[in-house]
Structures are given as structure tokens and as C-alpha cells.
């Protein structure tokens, strides 16, 4: 655990590619992927030449995952502000196949925002992240709509802050790499085209803006919508709304969270339908609830109560994040869907790793990219996780 071979050999394993899966092996040489063999005659990759030898059994040899749009995990929660907690939920969520995340807020004051920020930084800052990686902080709110807060804390929703956002780019450059708001309030327009400028990622998001003004939004410079369905003004015929938009301008990547309560599988094939392969983003929006048992949580300062793994807010019942993996949504999506898994894939990894600017390096099995790679079995059930060719979670047996 948490030690990086010098080289090693993956054999007898489905490689999930980026349009295809082959049988073969793959060939790690610090941290990096050298070597990829498909076919049948894979004896050209010698085991004598890899300090490790793995057997995948004929399991799945994926890209790891990467979820942009994630609150925490095992009882921790980004907004604790602490090392320890995110070690928590980096650890948490390496187990089911993530290896890198944006550490996502929740609209609060703004000191706790900042709070966030300055922790993640300094996590950041670590010589090395020992489980899955932290890209940077996916800022969600506090620029939202009144009218669909969902559960985020409607005491502290505010228009667009420029002079915060100033504040914050300047003194953590770099860490902001996903800003959430809502178009049609005062001035978001004007963010988002700065903010495009500086190659962050804006969202739509906890938005009741019509039709033509998510098109504006898109013509400004915004480029995804976050957890699509949900807390946003939904399509009608006349006025197709935020939904219309995101489902029919190719412009904005779509995230979606698959986990059969916060999107009808219907729903999911209707975007799937609508959307290309390459503008969906696979999300948990997982809170502190996930991979614990039924209980009572706190979700950005509100009272959160799961049941059976749904978690709603105690006061109006909204749907307060999820208690979802990476890879439980994978095998939703396989269900549900007649997407491949090397479709599926793609929305677990490449489609996030070429909208944050990393697509050079991760995102995908191929030569000279990070060994950032999940292997799990037939079932789908995760074995071992690796960040940069670093063993960070360990269930498989030789």
C-alpha cells in the first residue's frame, strides 16, 4: 500500500481503451504506462523485466476514475477544512476506483469557503498525495438561485463576487479549477467570461434560467451543467429551459449522477441520446454519508438524514448529495444503458480529464500517460487502485 514498484507487468487482463477493449498487457515504468500489448502473442512483454508481475484474471484494467463533482466520503467532509479529513475521503474513494477529484464546497459564509480553499491548497502542497489526487477545488455556490437551493444552505446564496473570486485566484492560483453558479444572476455573465479567460471551468447549476439565457451563458464562455435534472428549471415544449439547453447545445458537457434516485433510468437513456459520448461527465456528488451505514450527517451546516442509502435534507426532504461510488455508478450505467464499458469509461475518465486541461496525462490507458489505472474483476468489483503507478488500495488476490 502507498509504494511506488519501479516497474511492473499487468497480463492475462481486459484493457479498456478509449473506443474498444482488448486482451493483453500493459507495461509500467515509473509511474508511467510504456508499453501496451494486445492480441494473443503478449510474451513479448517479459515478466523478467518487471520487479511485479500482475494477474488480472481476466478482469478490467481501467483508466482511473475522476470525479469533478464530489463532497466527501466515510464520514469526512471537504468543508471540515482538515488534512486528516481528506485523507478520509481521498483514501474512502481511491477503494472504489476514483484517482483524482475536485475537492467540491458548498455555499456557505465566506470564511468557510476559504477555509476549504486553504486546506486544499496545503494538501495539495503535500510532497505526495498518498491516495487519489486532488486537482484542485470545484467551487459549488455560493452564486446560486434562490429558487433551487436543493441542499445548499439558502442563508448564505449571494450574486456573483468578483472581488472574492479576485481575492481567492490570487492568493491560491491555480486551485479553482470548477466554479458552479447561476447564469441569470446579477453580473454572472460577466464571470463567466472572465473566468473562461482564465481556463477555469464554469457550470450551470442550482439555476432557474430560461432557454436563451443558459445560451448566452454558453456564448460567454460556460461550458458544463452540473448534476444535469436536478436543481435546475426542468424542459417544457415552449420554454425548453436550463434542461433544454444542456441537452441540445454541445457546448456544455453534462454531468450526471447515476445512481437511480437523483435521475430516472429513462431519463439517463434520454440524455445518452441527446448528448455525445464525449460531453457527459460521470459524477457521485457523494457527501460525508457515503460508505457509511443509515444515519443522521450534516451536509453545508444543514441536518442530513440517510435511509436505505438515500440521503435528504431533514428539514424539506430535498435530495442532499448521494452515498455513491465511482464504480457503483459505472455498473448502474452498464445496467441501464446499452453504453460499453469503454463508453462508459470515457465518462468515468477521459471526458473529465480533457475538460480540466489533464488529458495529457491521465484520463485514459495510453503510452507516456500516468499509471493512473483501476483494476477490477468481472463483477466490477474494484481490486487495486494505482495513482501514478502507486498502489493506493489493495482488495485483489493473486
Not at 486546506?119 to 477545488?137: F, K, Q, S
Amino acid at each position: 500500500m502507498n509504494v511506488r514498484t519501479t516497474s511492473w507487468l499487468f497480463h492475462n487482463v481486459n484493457i479498456v481503451l478509449e473506443d474498444h477493449t482488448a486482451i493483453g498487457s500493459v507495461f509500467v515504468e515509473n509511474g508511467r504506462i510504456t508499453r501496451i500489448i494486445t492480441g494473443e502473442h503478449t510474451e513479448q512483454l517479459e515478466a523478467t523485466e518487471a520487479s511485479v508481475t500482475i494477474d488480472g484474471h481476466g478482469g478490467w484494467l481501467m483508466p482511473g476514475f475522476i470525479d469533478v463533482h464530489v463532497h466527501g466520503g466515510f464520514g469526512a467532509d471537504f468543508m471540515d477544512a482538515c488534512s486528516d479529513s481528506y485523507d478520509t475521503i481521498t483514501r474512502f474513494h481511491a477503494s472504489h476506483g476514483t484517482t483524482g477529484m475536485l475537492a467540491t464546497t458548498m455555499t456557505a459564509d465566506k470564511e468557510a469557503i476559504e477555509a476549504a480553499l486553504h486546506a486544499t491548497a496545503a494538501y495539495r502542497a503535500r510532497e505526495e498525495m498518498p491516495y487519489a489526487a486532488l486537482y484542485g477545488v470545484h467551487l459549488e455556490g455560493p452564486f446560486i438561485s434562490e429558487k433551487w437551493p436543493g441542499a445548499q444552505n439558502p442563508a448564505h446564496i449571494t450574486d456573483p463576487q468578483t472581488e472574492w473570486l479576485k481575492q481567492w485566484i490570487k492568493q491560491w492560483p491555480g486551485l479553482i479549477r470548477q466554479l458552479t453558479l447561476a447564469p441569470e444572476k446579477s453580473g454572472a455573465i460577466e464571470t463567466i467570461a472572465w473566468l473562461a479567460e482564465l481556463g477555469i471551468v464554469t457550470a450551470c447549476g442550482h439555476t432557474d434560467a430560461v432557454y436563451d439565457e443558459i445560451i448566452a451563458a454558453a456564448d460567454a464562455g460556460l461550458t458544463q451543467a452540473v448534476h444535469t435534472y436536478n436543481a435546475m428549471r426542468g424542459l417544457h415544449h415552449r420554454e425548453p429551459g436550463t434542461l433544454g439547453a444542456v441537452l441540445t447545445d454541445d457546448r456544455i458537457y453534462a454531468e450526471l449522477i447515476a445512481d437511480g434516485l437523483h435521475v430516472h433510468p429513462a431519463a439517463i437513456r434520454l440524455l445518452v441520446a441527446a448528448k455525445p459520448l464525449d460531453k457527459m461527465i460521470l459524477i457521485t456528488d457523494a457527501m460525508a454519508a457515503a460508505g457509511m451505514p443509515d444515519g443522521d450527517f450534516s451536509l453545508g451546516g444543514q441536518a442530513v438524514v440517510v435511509k436505505a442509502g438515500e440521503a435528504r435534507l431533514r428539514d424539506g426532504n430535498a435530495l442532499a448529495g448521494s452515498c455513491l461510488t465511482m464504480i457503483s455508478a459505472i455498473r448502474f450505467l452498464l445496467e441501464h444503458t446499452n453504453l460499453t464499458i469503454s463508453d462508459v469509461s470515457r465518462l468515468a475518465s477521459g471526458n473529465a480529464a480533457r475538460q480540466l486541461g489533464i488529458s495529457d496525462r491521465t484520463g485514459s490507458i495510453a503510452i507516456g500517460k500516468q499509471a493512473d489505472l483501476v483494476l477490477v474483476d468481472a463483477l466490477l468489483e474494484v481490486q487495486q487502485t494505482w495513482v501514478q503507478g502507486r498502489s493506493v488500495y489493495e482488495n485483489r488476490i493473486n
